[in-house]
């Protein structure tokens, strides 16, 4: 095999990673290479160094040890039966490419994953070897995401908590029997249960940590999973169900959606036509509801249209208001917080402010305006000093007065 | 009451700040003027960045004494750490809003919590614009290290919007305390030696080096992170504004990566290009689409596609892998010598072929020139997938209860994975319309045999197609009942 350059094999272990959403360096403990010892800093809260024309963060150093892998997911680009270029690099070139690309300030740290070469023990065993040698050789302080793969050996699962930040095992799709048809190496009780297993090493740890001080670090940024949009049957119900499940019995800090986006020598079971991208952006929309919004898995799922599809054109919050008609309008300087987070065009921060403001003195439409961006969205759902929608809020056409001016189609390219 | 030609209502005060981000010395000063009760509109206030001359006002430089009995004046906490923020804008009026926020406060002590107010709201959006800017200078720093006599040197060239650079210079000694790095600015430097912070000059960006050998990694790494298939340029705009990317190495990239998105996601698809459309109503419409479809490399190598045969009606379809030699010539499956060997056995299990639909996994035949002979060659789990829609075609117009897969390359046509035939030989397993999937080894791996080991496979053969013979027979009973 003709041995690539270092230059070459990025290219090739980068490109095969991307199709990973996360990028997240947020949300691990607070570290400083302050004393003059190692590199690196973590702050609570991540950066994104650059964004790429695709509009993603560039945060981590996002690649895979190797793309060899005797699986043969048919929605991965590095299937074992794919027609791709493969290269692999070993720990010590990811380490020093990881710190070259540190000190310049180009990243805030690593994710790695990798294809299953020889066994999932020894491939899960080289990942944790990159993370060993960044913390205990170069005192490497910055964050490092590693990808857990399920069917190694729970030992070793174990020890990727203690050097990284997050672990991450992914669902890859919303239901069983997509994962059958599409991923059929892989089994969701086996990803399961290792999700499950990470879970109680985390708590474990973090049980240990208030009785002892000096107790091991596990993943203290936690574990976050993904699933493919659009590869299979479901429907956004029942990614909505399946990611709030997911929420609740692995304690997880973050589903991520990833709308099923063409790759180069695809596998004839796919289907060829991409779903749209506003898709994963509604299902994003729907996972803030439930997270911050105080909207239950179900209430999220009413928005839908009776096919189980979240409308694409209008953002879920206000599909359910339009839906629940009756919960409406909310008056801003007498509804408790809850039901002001319910009020489409008022977003967390706004609401916070509002809440504040009307202990001041009472509020007038021009006050709200200050505070959100749309007041047009706003204004049928609330009442306030000065103003009363009236029979605005039952108006048959509303949709079409706060629904965002249809913009001319995105175009279709292979419609 | 006072009198009304008191002159702190005439005068106009100058307050000289020390830099422009000198927090303590707008305090300082504006302690002094509200115990004066010097006016929110009547301070001008400097500092070296912007010299301002009001030529027509009366100017005084000296402060105001107190108002007799003035009290203490009063702040909040709220009040400090915004205005810390605020002062850091590049905003050259935000002395006077910070002044006139602390003059309002002194009779309305609640103000900030008053989002919705104007003054307030704007001192929450000049700071936010400073955090941003604080949080995107962390972002895009990009050091070039330099090799000198001490070792290596990272250098930084940067252009903040804002006075942020002494706000920001602990982020970079928390994150690179062991390495020796310098920011430079148009305003001013910072540098690090490994042990302090010193402040330099403003510098221009010919003082910062010009290049180092590992953006070319940099770039190739976010060249190779971003998927074409997913162009979303506003939203990059949004975090990455075209100011920032004169220093950004990798923006350089940006316009031909944008330009080349929709040719490779076009070719992506072209290349993975598969009809999508309406399955074939008929066999024959099958049979007649199989003969123009270059899917595939076998569908283009010039060999006639053998469609499969038998009743449409069939309880059981067969699949094998490939058509060879003798029934790309012919245009019928199985009529070389192992479908032969699959005749006869059929007969002996009682299995009538004339009531059995039999096709294949791969409808063209792939082969090697070896002299005259064309020689079989197995098609590669891509091109049997490919090949899937047409089986999967033929599935849904027959609707066989069970299916045979003879060999590997056919169990893969209809599970979409590669399994080991000799350990899933013998069960059934449940295929997603609900009919019966039974996979034995292709009768050609019988013909390769000989001796004891072509015995014994052959009833092991036999012993599959007996099993598959009184399984069909169970599966047709219960049917045959609910029809009477």
């Known amino acids: 095999m003709p041995q690539h350059s270092v230059l070459e094999r990025l290219e090739i272990l980068a490109d095969a990673a991307k199709y990973d959403a996360s990028c997240a ?41 190797t793309n060899h892998c005797v699986f043969d997911c048919h929605y991965c680009i590095n299937r074992k039966s794919a027609n791709t270029r493969r290269a692999r690099f070993t720990p010590q070139e990811v380490v020093d490419l990881t710190l070259s690309f540190y000190r310049r300030n180009y990243i805030e740290g690593l994710f790695l994953s990798s294809g299953i070469v020889k066994s999932s023990s020894h491939t899960m065993e080289q990942l944790i070897e990159v993370a060993r040698i960044l913390r205990e050789e170069h005192d490497f302080r910055g964050y490092i995401h590693l990808k857990t793969i399920p069917e190694a050996d729970p030992e070793l699962v174990g020890r990727a908590g203690l050097y990284a930040d997050r672990v991450s095992i992914n669902v890859e799709l919303p239901t069983v029997a997509g994962l059958t048809r599409l991923a059929p190496d892989k089994s969701a009780p086996q990803i399961e249960g290792a999700m499950g297993q990470l879970k109680e090493a985390i708590v474990e740890a973090r049980d240990a940590r208030k009785r002892f001080r000096h107790a091991p670090k596990f993943a203290p940024a936690g574990q976050s999973t993904q699933m493919i949009v659009g590869a299979d049957a479901a429907t956004d119900a029942d990614i909505v169900d399946r990611a709030s499940t997911l929420y609740d019995r692995f304690g997880l800090r973050r589903v991520y959606y990833s709308a099923f986006s063409p790759i180069p020598d695809a596998s004839a ?18 996972d803030w509801l439930m997270r911050f919004y105080g909207y239950a898995p179900h209430e999220v799922q009413e928005a839908a249209d009776s096919n189980g599809m979240l409308p694409l054109d209008i953002d879920p919050k206000l599909a359910w208001a339009l839906r629940f008609r009756g919960d409406f309008p909310v008056d801003v300087n007498r509804a408790p917080r809850e039901k002001l987070l319910r009020v489409p065009g008022l977003g967390v921060k706004a609401v916070n402010a509002i809440v504040t403001a009307r202990r001041q003195r009472r509020l007038r439409l021009a006050d709200v305006a200050r505070l959100t961006v749309s007041l047009a969205k706003v204004r049928p759902f609330i009442v306030t000093e000065d103003w009363r929608p009236v029979m605005l809020t039952d108006r048959a056409d509303l949709r079409s007065l706060v629904a965002p001016a249809a913009r001319s189609q995105q175009l279709e390219l292979f419609g | 009451m006072k009198p009304v030609c008191d002159t702190r209502l005439a005068q106009t005060f100058h307050v000289s700040l020390d830099r422009p981000d000198d927090f303590e010395g707008w305090r300082d000063a504006a302690r002094g003027m509200i115990r004066a009760g010097v006016l929110p509109d009547r301070i001008v206030w400097e500092t070296p960045a912007d010299q301002r001359m009001d030529l027509f006002a009366q100017v005084s430089r000296h402060s105001p004494p107190p108002l007799p009995d003035a009290p203490p004046p009063r702040t909040s906490r709220n009040f400090l750490q915004l205005a810390q923020s605020v002062i850091l804008h590049s905003d050259s009026e935000r002395f006077s809003l910070l002044y006139r926020v602390l003059w309002r406060l002194q009779s309305h002590s609640r103000l900030m919590e008053d989002r919705a107010d104007a003054d307030v709201r704007l001192m929450e959006d000049l700071a936010r614009q400073v955090r941003r800017d604080i949080h995107k200078m962390r972002a895009f720093v990009r050091f070039r290290c330099v090799e000198n006599e001490d070792g290596e040197h990272y250098v930084a060239w940067f252009e903040p919007e804002h006075h942020i650079l002494r706000a920001n210079g602990g982020f970079f000694v928390r994150r690179f305390a062991a390495m020796r790095w310098s920011i430079l600015t148009p305003r001013a430097s910072l540098h690090w030696d490994g042990d302090t912070l010193h402040e330099g000059p403003p510098a221009s960006r010919a003082d910062a080096p010009s290049g180092d050998p590992v953006e070319a990694l940099w770039r190739g790494y976010y060249a190779a992170i971003f998927n074409p298939s997913r162009l979303k340029v506003g939203a990059m705009l949004k975090e990455m504004p075209r100011r920032y990317w004169k220093n950004l190495p990798e923006a350089a990239l940006i316009p031909e990566l944008i330009a080349g998105a929709q040719a490779r996601e076009a070719q992506m698809v072209q290349a993975g290009a598969q009809e999508t459309g309406e399955r074939p109503q008929s066999l024959e419409a099958i049979g007649a689409a199989i003969l123009a479809c270059r899917r595939c490399a076998i569908g283009c190598n010039g060999t006639r596609a053998v469609m499969g045969e038998g009743p449409e009606t069939s309880a059981l379809m067969i699949v094998g892998e490939q058509p060879g030699d003798i029934e790309e010539r012919e245009g019928r499956p199985f009529l ?30 792939k082969f090697e020139n070896r002299g005259k002979q064309r020689l079989h060659h197995n098609p590669a789990a891509r091109e049997i997938d490919t090949c899937r829609w047409w089986l999967d075609s033929e599935r849904a117009l027959v609707r066989p209860r069970l299916v045979l897969a003879l060999g590997a390359s056919a169990a893969r046509g209809l599970l979409g994975r590669t399994v080991s035939v000799q350990q899933v030989r013998g069960a059934a397993h449940r295929l997603d319309d609900g009919s019966e999937l039974w996979i034995t080894t292709h009768p050609s791996y019988l013909l390769r045999l000989d001796g004891e ?6 009833a092991r053969f036999s012993d599959d197609l007996h099993k598959i013979a009184s399984r069909l027979s169970e599966l047709s009973k219960p049917a045959a009942g609910s029809h009477a």
């Open chain 2, 453 to 458: 080991g072509r015995e014994a496979e052959e």
């Open chain 2, 336 to 365: 070389g010598p192992a479908g032969q060997v699959l005749r006869a056995h059929l007969e002996r299990a009682g299995i009538p072929i004339g009531q059995t639909y039999v096709t294949n996994a791969v409808k063209h035949f």
């Open chain 1, 269 to 286: 079971v796919l289907p060829l036509k991409r779903p749209p991208l506003m898709r994963e952006h509604r299902l994003y929309q729907s």
């Open chain 1, 25 to 65: 360096s947020s949300g691990t403990v607070k570290r400083s290479s302050k004393g003059g010892k190692g590199i690196g800093s973590t702050e609570g809260m991540g950066i994104c160094h650059a964004y790429a024309p695709d509009g993603r963060c560039i945060s981590l150093l996002k690649i895979l040890l």
